[in-house]
């Protein structure tokens, strides 16, 4: 069996070394690789501008040039482990090889190295063993509050030294064996370090970020972080219990029942309202919440996040998951924490033994905890809710009962909201539709019973899904009982046959008669899904006499014109974003296309559109359309008698005709031949 070629099998030994790296050590490679012009073991390093805060660069970074929504700038230092020699380019010799006493010198940690002599720790990080110091930096030491730091220093044989302890890991830990969630055993009394790794690059340490991590020591190794940890031995929910502003969020937690998960093993992230928050939610909102055990446990588990997240790991913005299912977007600005892009979060990186706990003075509702006039407000059918509301409509917005609100989208009424009056007041009840329904569940053909007690068609188009004349503009939103469909327009529910709506409309009356002569009324009037392309009477009047008379005297023509005209499903105008293609009851193909936001059907501009029918939509156009293989045939001069019955349907439906100068004499010679054949009339 043939081997494979060398360069073939030392590229896949790369590849799978490279896919094996941590996401920090992949970070630290792509420093690497922006600072190698730069000399050997040459890091390029992206500084917040104003601060001493550095991170190592990722691609994303790197051409953004922005850490936390700031400016940064470039530096070039020498990677972790290196060191520069007078005159040679870059960093090429490796540091000194050292214990971890002197390590801790040459590293950037000369005041851990110095507590560590004061509280009697050197001797063990300078003698035999194996283990891993997270060192804090001199900076983390001088931001400490001077009052821990005097407790600590003014007992520096117990306190400094437990302390210190804490800080360290009897086995060598380098940073890829630090795995997102797990824990260390630290050297004082075996209590749990929290590690985390997050996809980023960052890796934490009890929520501090190491700084310059993989410093090889004889006895061990050392990773610098930026904050001074502390031992943690309370749970989440014991930080709510003991916390005097937790106190509605201590209530509210007990009464949903989720103290045993805030007491569990696992890696959360609380966001928890303080008391300042639930006070700032109107008291009704607040009191419907609390006393609805389902919208409560929501509200609740969308504060919650699925994995831990330090404030450092945030340097950029992340959508994380809550335990509700939903999503936050967590980001930062500057020093400040943000949530849905609010800088609301009070206090940060209250570690716990299951998670951490981030204070935020803002209440973050979730949709399913929202009535319909809730979820609508201040968003792209505001304008809708004023229009239910005036109708006297609203407590079908802000109870308990299910429904599915289709509201228009506020740009319908850019030029004022319509009176309401009883008429008005029956079209928008049949914008509610009985139960609460899921855009995502909606199939073609479905019929949707509204409260008006009209039946709605809902039509699933490739690039749109609607509901009669309306195509939902945006996402759906589901509160608590009702769900909010936007909608690109006000609802037209039908309202009769087709035959019905043509003959309603004195638009239409040539054509109604035309089609009773030619023997489609009962077509048009059964159950179907038509789509009507209906020529006015204008249309007719268009037409040259001779060519009108023709096909007006000749009832199979007229049949085959009037087939054209109709597509045998239901094409509403929102799903016409590119052409179109219908094939027409006679057989020929439909081209139904837009331009300037007008329907155009063969190139013909359309009148108007979506006039519905419970069996089908019409379109009204102003020219009669013909098919590409039509010709005229050679008939005599005067109509033959299908024209006669055509004309005396019309003169019932509609005077127009013969009002119409030049219909007149058409329909004159009508009537006396109507006459002299007195059988049928």
Not at 532 to 552: D, S, Y
């Amino acid at each position: 069996m043939a081997q494979p070629p060398l360069p073939l099998l030392l590229a896949l030994a790369l590849g799978l070394a490279a896919a094996a790296k941590s996401p920090y050590q992949q970070v630290l490679q792509h420093s690497r690789l922006r600072g190698r012009q730069h000399g050997p073991n040459v890091c390029a390093v992206q500084k917040l501008i104003g601060t001493n805060r550095k991170y190592f660069t990722n691609c994303k970074q790197w051409y953004q040039r922005k850490i936390c929504g700031k400016s940064t700038v470039i530096s070039y230092e020498c990677c972790p482990g290196y060191e520069k020699v007078p005159g040679e380019k870059g960093c090429p010799a490796a540091l000194p090889l050292s214990n971890i006493y002197e390590t801790l010198g040459v590293v950037g940690s000369a005041t851990t190295q110095l507590y560590s002599d004061r509280s009697n720790l050197r001797p063990e990080i300078e003698g035999p063993g194996s283990f891993t110091i997270f060192a804090p930096s001199n900076e983390a030491w001088a931001s400490l509050p001077a009052e821990t730091l005097d407790s600590l220093v003014s007992n520096v044989n117990i306190e400094l030294l437990n302390a210190l302890r804490y800080h360290m890991v009897n086995k060598r830990v380098l940073t890829d064996d630090l795995k997102h969630g797990t824990t260390l055993n630290s050297m004082y009394q075996d209590l749990p370090i929290q590690i985390h790794h997050y996809p980023n690059g960052i890796v934490t340490v009890n929520c501090a970020r190491l700084l310059k991590a993989d410093h090889h020591a004889t006895n061990g190794v050392v990773h610098v972080i930026d904050k001074v940890i502390a031992t943690t031995t309370n749970s989440i929910q014991h930080i709510i219990e003991t916390e005097e502003s937790l106190e509605t969020l201590r209530a509210a937690v007990a009464a949903s029942d989720l103290n045993s998960l805030l007491e569990s093993e696992g890696q959360y992230t609380l966001l928890a309202p303080t008391n300042e928050a639930f006070e700032k939610i109107p008291r009704e909102t607040l009191n419907r919440i609390l006393g609805d055990p389902e919208a409560l446990r929501d509200l609740l588990n969308h504060h919650i996040l699925k994995s831990a997240m330090c404030a450092e790991a945030i340097i950029a913005g992340l959508t994380m998951e809550t335990l509700e299912g939903t999503t936050l977007d967590v980001g930062c600005s500057g020093e400040e924490l943000t949530l849905n892009g609010k800088p609301i979060i009070a206090n940060k990186d209250v570690l716990a033994t299951n998670g951490v706990v981030h204070f935020v003075n803002e209440l973050l509702i979730p949709d399913s905890a929202k009535t319909l006039f809730e979820l609508a407000q201040e968003s792209e059918v505001s304008k809708s809710m004023d229009f239910f509301r005036q109708a006297g409509l609203s407590s079908h917005l802000t109870g308990s009962e299910q429904v599915t609100l289709l509201a228009p989208v506020n740009d319908v009424f850019k030029d004022g909201l319509p009176v309401v009056d009883s008429n008005m007041k029956n079209l928008l009840l049949n914008h509610i539709v009985r139960d609460q329904l899921s855009s995502k569940y909606l199939y073609h053909g479905q019929k949707l019973q509204t409260l008006g007690d009209k039946e709605l068609r809902v039509f699933v188009y490739r690039n749109n899904l609607c509901i009669e004349n309306a195509c939902i503009a945006a996402h759906d939103k589901r509160g608590r009982f009702g769900t909010l469909f936007s909608m690109d327009k006000m609802l037209t529910p039908p309202s009769g046959s087709v035959m019905d709506v043509l003959k309603a409309d004195h638009r239409f009356s040539t054509l109604v008669a035309a089609i009773q002569s030619a023997g489609l009324t009962e077509n048009l009037n059964r159950p179907g899904t038509f789509t009507v392309f209906a020529p006015t009477n204008e249309a007719f009047r268009a037409m040259p006499q001779g060519e009108l008379n023709k096909l007006m005297g000749n009832a199979k023509e007229l049949a085959n014109i009037l087939k054209f005209h109709v597509a045998d499903e239901i094409l509403v105008s929102g799903a016409v974003s590119a052409l179109v293609r219908l094939k027409s009851m006679q057989g020929d193909k439909l081209e139904v296309s837009t331009k300037n936001n007008v329907i155009h059907v063969n190139k013909e501009p359309v009148a108007e559109s979506d006039i519905m029918a419970t069996n089908g939509v019409i379109y009204a156009v102003n020219s009669v359309l013909q098919p590409q293989a039509s010709r005229p045939q050679e008939r005599g001069d005067e109509p033959a008698d299908p024209a006669l019955e055509i004309f005396k349907q019309a003169s019932a439906l509609s005077k127009v005709s013969q009002r119409n100068p030049r219909l007149a004499p058409v329909y004159s010679r009508l009537l006396a031949r109507m006459k002299e054949n007195s059988g049928g009339f």
